[in-house]
């Protein structure tokens, strides 16, 4: 059981579920979450205008739609404040309810992106150890039900910092 680290957009992984960082209105204003939302196409969008506030910490499923995963998860993660306001708890938090959502929609594989590290503003050298041993933890947790995690790392840098952040685990480019 070991996490891998690749290279490029999670909207192309090929896992049954895609993890999504996502605002808490689901709003898919901009980066990856749009990304994902238009790949996804209208049926994404329909399913998250259904959906009540997702607080910061947590997770929901939806429709992967277009995309060649099954499901996307939206992970809301913090942002970020100065790390003195629960931030690692909330960030770890979102990983973690990745996880159970996954398993409670039947996903055997999993594919994250950074979460909370672009316009959330969370420092990605204190977020990649936090996202790294909550996904292992709760892996795991639900060993028996997730087969495959993966970590989708869109910069070389953000790919360099988890992948040493991760030493341990696999990592494919």
């Known amino acids: 059981m070991s996490v ?5 957009s999670v909207v192309y992984a090929t896992t049954d579920a895609i993890v999504n960082a996502a605002n808490s209105r689901l709003m898919h204003a901009g980066g990856l979450a749009r ?21 910061i910490g947590s997770a929901v499923a939806t429709t992967a ?22 931030e690692a708890e ?14 409670e ?18 420092p990605l050298e204190l977020a990649a150890p936090v996202a790294i041993t909550a996904v292992r933890e709760a892996w795991a947790e639900h060993a028996d039900a997730i087969d495959e995690v993966a970590f989708y790392l869109y ?19």
């Open 4 to 8: 891998e680290f690749r290279s490029g």
């Open 35 to 55: 990304a994902i939302a238009d790949g996804a196409g209208p049926a994404l969008w329909a399913e998250c205008d259904l959906i009540p506030e997702v607080p």
């Open 65 to 86: 739609g277009n995309l060649a995963a099954t499901w996307v998860i939206h992970a809301v993660g913090p942002v970020w404040e100065g790390g003195q306001k629960g």
């Open 90 to 103: 909330l960030l770890a938090g979102a990983y973690r309810s990745s996880l159970q959502v996954a398993v």
């Open 105 to 122: 929609v039947g996903a055997r594989s999993v594919a994250f992106p950074s979460i909370s590290t672009g316009i959330f503003g969370y």
């Open 155 to 173: 910069t070389e840098r953000e790919y360099g910092v988890f992948a040493r952040a991760g030493e341990g685990g696999t990592s494919s480019p």
